[in-house]
């Protein structure tokens, strides 16, 4: 488990982790890892050679002080796209993202 400034936890996850859209599998992977970042609820984040759809860049941006920049991204697989549904790191501020 990696900490940073007591306000994020980072863990390698234990289970198996797949991601649906409109019935299409989106992500799957064994490797995924699960950051716990206070006040929020836990995420899973899915190594990027894991996920089966584009990841198109919105040209949005968020910015963390902790996990660091990330472009937002839509999630386009066949005829399904989920608007701003996926941030990519890469380039994280924590080294186990």
Do not use: F
């Amino acid at each position: 488990m990696h900490e940073r400034a007591d306000r994020v936890r980072v863990e390698n996850g234990q289970k198996r982790v797949r991601a649906y859209l409109g019935g299409y599998l989106v992500a799957d992977t064994i490797r995924p890892v699960l950051v716990w970042e206070h006040p929020y609820y836990p995420a899973y984040y899915v190594p990027a050679g894991d996920v089966r759809a584009d990841l198109n860049p919105t040209g949005d941006a968020a910015h963390d002080e902790h996990r660091g920049r990330a472009a937002v991204c839509d999630v386009v697989l066949a005829d399904q796209v989920a608007a701003a549904a996926a941030v990519r790191y890469d380039e994280p501020a924590l080294d186990s993202l």
